[in-house]
């Protein structure tokens, strides 16, 4: 099945889903599970993502987290979040997994940053992280967190997904449910406002000096 038809389906799951959940029992689980199967390849792609990009020590000891690991609880967290909340469309599906996968990864962060251990953890460069370096920022890394965090939603989503959790295009433009176009011109207005509000954190180039008269 291709991905444009899986996008289809989805959109159709979320269709069927009432907007009110609340007359007795919970008819809609059977559609919360099917759309869950449906989606599961997508959600599996982004947990890999989201983990080896940017959580890659909790995938080495003590933690020792894959992405089946992280899936089984995103779809935990998922089912129960659905029963709750029903979203309209693909995108905001995949922004509620977002959420969910970014919970889960920071909580299981801070809890291994509070736990004593013996052997430092160390990041990919091999620089020792402890709870001090993954809290703490510079100023100038704060204020390119606050910039991102400004951005209109459309554009954030498709700034962190690519260049943030290191998506393609094409990956973006599947888990979002839009065009390849689409995401390139969203992307391109969120580094353009990016580079607007942090103008003053770019190099600049020295200008070469002007040649004397008759050289």
Known sequence: MDESSTTVIIQQYLDALPEDDHAGGNPTEPIIRELLERAVGRLHLLCARFLHKGYPRLTRPPVNLDSDELLGGVVAGLLAALKKTHPPTVRRF???????????????????????????????????????????????????????????????????????????????????????????????????RLAERLIDLCPTTPTEPSSPAGE
């Open 94 to 192: 995949f922004a509620l997994a977002n959420q969910h996968i970014r919970w889960q990864l920071n909580d299981l962060a801070r809890r291994v940053d509070e736990r004593p251990v013996t052997v430092p953890l160390t990041d990919v460069d091999g620089m020792v992280v402890t709870s001090s370096t993954v809290a703490d920022l510079s100023p100038h890394g704060q204020r390119i967190l606050e910039a991102i965090e400004g951005l209109p939603e459309e554009e954030r989503e498709i700034f962190e997904l690519v260049g943030i959790q290191g998506l393609t295009h094409i990956e973006t433009a599947m888990v979002v449910g839009v065009s390849s176009k689409t995401v390139q011109r969203r992307l391109n207005r969120a580094r353009l």
